[in-house]
């Protein structure tokens, strides 16, 4: 089993950033895809940004990118979010989810994941 737990949500300006952090633990060695979904009220939860921690290749939602950056610290075990030029249409719980693969469009699926924290509120206003 793996727990993930985040944190650095909360509320911001247009045009601020923000930074979300997610920490895994527990039995995390067969799944190596880890990132970010986000749901806004009444729409559909979508991927935003997610890395595999075997060889840290990143993959990115159209809408964020050049905004947002991915990261990781293998020895935390954890990911982050740095959210640049926020927007208004940014506003979302943002979820950690943590799964096998990434390769491709297999992270965009959010069936794919067993393992999700209990999300984070970004507010942009």
């Known amino acids: 089993h793996v727990q993930l737990v985040e944190s650095g949500g909360g509320s911001v300006q247009p045009g601020g950033s923000l930074r979300l952090s997610c920490g895994a633990s527990g039995h995390t060695y067969s799944s190596n895809c880890m990132g970010w979904f986000r749901q806004a009220p009444g729409k559909e939860r979508e991927g935003v940004a997610f890395?595999?921690?075997?060889?840290?290749?990143?993959y990115y939602a159209d809408s964020v990118k050049g905004r947002f950056t991915i990261s990781q610290d293998k020895g935390k075990n954890t990911v982050y979010l740095q959210m640049d030029g926020l927007e208004p249409e940014n506003t979302a719980m943002f979820y950690c989810a943590r799964g096998p693969l990434c390769a491709g469009t297999y992270w965009r699926d959010r069936g794919k994941y067993a393992y999700w924290g209990q999300g984070t509120q970004v507010t942009v206003s």
């Open positions: 890395v595999y921690f075997g060889g840290g290749s990143t």
